[in-house]
């Protein structure tokens, strides 16, 4: 389980990153919502001594209980759809002495190990039915019960990192092409019917119809677009420098309450207007250096689920910075996801930290390593 590792193989400047990075976030989480700094902060020293021991445990003795991870994970989204706590008309989370636990935020780690087992496992038949076929069925059961929660931007991106693994695992381009013919099309068909039966489907409570014509056609649904208009206003109020953290600028769109949830989904907005573009960017370079790290330990992995491991996190990361950000700037329809390291939430942070963990620990046993 614990092996003697070279200290020169320890990327501490990946470590470096994402302390820097949450240290921005516990800052902005502050400035927008001072009453859950201190449970970040908490989230931030855990999540650190997580990490920390986690990089110091073979991953190889890790993926040994990937089957107890996967059961453990379906029956924690099986429970939390009968017995978790409501918000929002969201059934995503257990509440535990006052803190909330969100089951498929840690699903999203669980997936990755999973996977980078059973790919590097298969790695000879993966172009087969029969392990496309089953890698499929091992991922549709927890995207549907998180489905169920509902929480379609956790379903999106849990998907999308199954698919970097599944490629990076070394699918042909002979099956890749036909899905991608078929899937584009079918996307393109679903936003076309969304757009001109928007109003039937509303009525009959599909939510997010009305984020997408909210996106599509802002005009019209200027009470539900207001969120990401306001949000951008904000990003583009803060200029070069921003207005500074904690300020009490009276036509601050986060002091006036335009901006909703601005600790969690909309904190790129708080970062534009209070830190300004200097601010942005540097938490864009911070989130590019460490998915290029992720990357570059995975080059240098000794087998392949070590090398898949460092790639779905850098999946991870990669996407869920990419949709936050684009929903932030209004690039994309508004889904509800939380900006990597730096937004607000427990379970999120503390399960970065720990795939972080597993992923320095895939650094310290690169090729040729005795």
Known sequence: ?????????????????????????????????????????????????????????????LLKFVWIYYAVMVVLLLLVLFAGDDAKGAQRWFKIGGIRFQPSEIAKIILILFFAYFFAKYEETINTVKTIVLSVIFVGIPLSLIYKQPDNSTTILTALIFAALLFISGLSYKIIMPVLGVSVPIVLIVLSYIYTHADALIKKGF???????????????????????????????????????NNSVVTSM??????????????????????????????????????????????????????????????????????????ATGLMPNTGMTLPFVSYGLTSLVSLYMGMGIVLNVGLQPKKYS
């Open 207 to 245: 939510y997010p119809a009305t984020r997408i014509m909210s996106w599509l056609d802002p005009t019209n649904y200027a009470d539900t677009a207001a969120q990401q208009r306001n949000s951008i206003w904000a990003i583009g109020s803060g200029q070069l420098f921003g207005k500074g953290l």
């Open 254 to 327: 986060k002091n006036t309450n335009y901006i909703i949830e601005p600790q969690t989904d909309f904190i790129f907005a708080v970062a534009g207007e209070e830190l300004g573009f200097i601010g942005t960017i540097s938490i864009i370079i911070l989130l590019l250096l460490i998915v290029i790290e992720c990357i570059l330990i995975a080059r240098k992995a000794k087998d392949t689920s070590g090398k898949l491991i460092c790639c779905g996190m850098g999946a991870l990361i990669g996407f869920q910075a990419f949709i936050n950000i684009c929903v």
């Open 1 to 61: 389980m614990l092996k003697q590792y070279r200290l020169k193989n320890y990327h501490f400047q990946l470590v470096i990153y994402i302390i820097a990075l949450s240290i921005i976030g516990i800052l902005l989480i502050g400035s927008a919502k001072h009453s859950v700094q201190s449970k970040q902060i908490i989230g931030f020293i855990m999540g650190l001594i997580i990490m920390i021991v986690l990089s110091l445990i073979d991953y190889s003795f």
